[in-house]
């Protein structure tokens, strides 16, 4: 079994699109497919996968993930949002991702706000939490290996991976359902506002 150092090595977790390497002129579908390919191809679980697809970009607009397109093209906020998806759609049902993003949409849209200032402020929280995300992921591989030495059982490092496994999807359940309730409090607060 590989080591979680190496695991995190190979995920380079840190991989983001930064605004400076999104081009200043409208894209095609294949074009922005091709940028989300070039900065998140280590994300893939196999080598075979996807990382976006014309099918996906066509549903998140369809599910008005984002505001309308212009001519068959996407501009540097459109990518700035599908990449806001991308990192989402993991963790958050289409409808709460539709639900974080109304508000952003309808303020590019109507204000126009300036999406690049809160996408960097965006990709510094990303950075800033990923050394600690580092840390926090080989203290639990730690307590893991601790856990089951004390139980002296043979095949200790399986049983360990399978008791680091669970500790880690109970961590990300847990800060899912943290989300979702921020998203739940942000429709009551719209509502509230409304009336």
Known sequence: ?????????ELQLNENIQIEEIPNIDLYMDQ?????EKNFSNSKRKEEDKVLTKTMINNYAKGKLFYPIEKKKYSKD????????????????????????DGLNNKITEEEFQLDSFYNKYIDLSLKYMDKFQDDILVHEQDAK??????????SDYLSHILLVTSLVNMSNLYRRVAEKL??????SEENEKK
Do not use: P, R, T
């Open 78 to 101: 459109h990518i700035m949002l599908i990449s806001l998806i991308y990192q989402m759609k993991g963790a958050l049902s289409i409808n709460d991702i539709k639900k974080v993003l």
């Open 32 to 36: 922005v497919i091709q940028l989300f």
């Open 1 to 9: 079994m590989k080591k979680i150092d190496e695991i995190l090595e």
């Open 183 to 188: 998203i739940d409090s942000m429709e009551n």
């Open 146 to 155: 601790q856990a089951i030495d004390k139980l002296q059982e043979e095949g």
